[in-house]
Each structure stands twice: as structure tokens, then as C-alpha cells.
């Protein structure tokens, strides 16, 4: 079965700096999906890619999919506090509704 | 539009016992999947239902089991409970079977099991 593994599982962050988050798939992906938690709350989508070499915006949030690499990144530019809270990468897991990662725990201090 | 709506959402069970756990999707929604997840094991996936069919299941014991009614509301039971069962359950919709990546989630049910 298709795992999904993140890296760095936390990150602590100054208020104001970028930051890159990883996502690997054990097979190929045919579609990652970024989701962000709140601590002991649901998941709420941040966005989809779907082609290799797709990069997606949304505010100060990028993610980027290298299919060869069977890999996705997600970078924040000039991160604030309201950027805290665990990212998750989520993939089309065959018989599984989605297969997600264990989750990056981000902490921006102000 | 109203989001997916999850209940109870804290609960206090002890081993041996039961629960139920209730799932309302967003209206026009008809696919709800559950989730389950801890600290160790992350989220994992436990069964999707469309239009009152289970579609699809994970790697869970028969403890483990759900249904979906008519108008699409959707819930989870466990039996027996065990001590590890204790664990936020995640509930998500999505309008269709194919949009298998945008789901919807609610805020989630956790279960502490003493």
C-alpha cells in the first residue's frame, strides 16, 4: 500500500521566515492533496495537484508536485503566527478514500 | 452552507463498553469516510460510505463497523473497546466517489477509553 512520509515531523519558526515542508510518496502519485489541522480539530484543504511540475498558490502558501521524484513541497513565505497548526499530505491510496502522512507540526513564534 | 457536522464531540468510555459516533455531511454531499487518528499511527482510514453502501474499508478489526442512512447522515460503532481504541474519529464528505482528494471534514469525535 501507498505510504506518504513528511519531513521535518515539527519546525519552529521566527515570525517572518519561509519554510519548506516535504512530502515523499513510497509510489507514484497521481494526485497529492495539502490539508491543515488545527490542534484536536478537523482538516481543512489547502489545495490539489494533480500534473508533475504543478504549482499551486494560495496566499502566502505554495505547493509544488515533482512527479519523478514522487514528491510534493509546500513553502510559506514570510510565515505568521495564523500559519501554525500540523500540515498534512494526503494521496489517492487505491481501495483507501486517501492515504495521508503522519503530519508536520509548525510553530511560528511571534 | 452548513459544514460536516460531528456528535458527540468529547466522550468518556471505559473498556468493554460500546459507542456510537454520529456523521452529518454536508447536504448534497453523499460520500462520508472515517478516519481515525493518534499520536503514533497518524490518521487512518477506516471506511467510506456512499449512497448507504460501504464502499470501501481499512485494515480495522470488526469492532469496527458504520452504515449510512437514506439521507446520507452516516455512523460509527465500536464494540468491546479497547484501550488503544482511544483516538480523535474524523469524519469527511464529498459530493462524489470521484472527487476523492477535496474532502470536507468535521471538527471530530474524541474518544478517551479508560
Known amino acids: 500500500s501507498q505510504e506518504l512520509e513528511q519531513s521535518p515531523q515539527s519546525l519552529i519558526v521566527q515570525e517572518g521566515k519561509n519554510l519548506t515542508i516535504n512530502c515523499t510518496s513510497s509510489k507514484t502519485l497521481y494526485g497529492l492533496y495539502w490539508y491543515k489541522q488545527k490542534y484536536g480539530e478537523g482538516l481543512i484543504f489547502l489545495m490539489m495537484?494533480?500534473?508533475?511540475?504543478e504549482e499551486k498558490s494560495h496566499e502566502k502558501i505554495t505547493a509544488k508536485l515533482d512527479e519523478k521524484k514522487q514528491q510534493s513541497s509546500l513553502h510559506i513565505t514570510a510565515s505568521q503566527p495564523s500559519h501554525a497548526g500540523i500540515y498534512l499530505c494526503?494521496?489517492?491510496?487505491?481501495?483507501?478514500?486517501?492515504?495521508f502522512g503522519k503530519g508536520t507540526k509548525l510553530t511560528v513564534n511571534p | 452552507k452548513a459544514g460536516v457536522t460531528q456528535t458527540p464531540r468529547y466522550l468518556i468510555k471505559t473498556r468493554g463498553q460500546q459507542v456510537t459516533l454520529s456523521c452529518s455531511p454536508i447536504s448534497g454531499h453523499r460520500s462520508v469516510s472515517w478516519y481515525q487518528q493518534t499520536p503514533g499511527q497518524g490518521l487512518q482510514f477506516l471506511f467510506e460510505?456512499?449512497?448507504?453502501?460501504?464502499?470501501n474499508k481499512g485494515n480495522f478489526p470488526g469492532r469496527f463497523s458504520g452504515r449510512q442512512f437514506s439521507n446520507s447522515r452516516s455512523e460509527m460503532n465500536v464494540s468491546t473497546l479497547e484501550l488503544g481504541d482511544s483516538a480523535l474519529y474524523l469524519c469527511a464528505s464529498s459530493f462524489g466517489r470521484t472527487n476523492t482528494g477535496e474532502l470536507f471534514f468535521g471538527e471530530g469525535s474524541r474518544l478517551t477509553v479508560l
Open positions: 495537484l494533480q500534473k508533475g511540475g
Open positions: 494526503g494521496a489517492e491510496g487505491g481501495s483507501e478514500k486517501l492515504v
Open positions: 460510505y456512499f449512497s448507504e453502501t460501504q464502499r
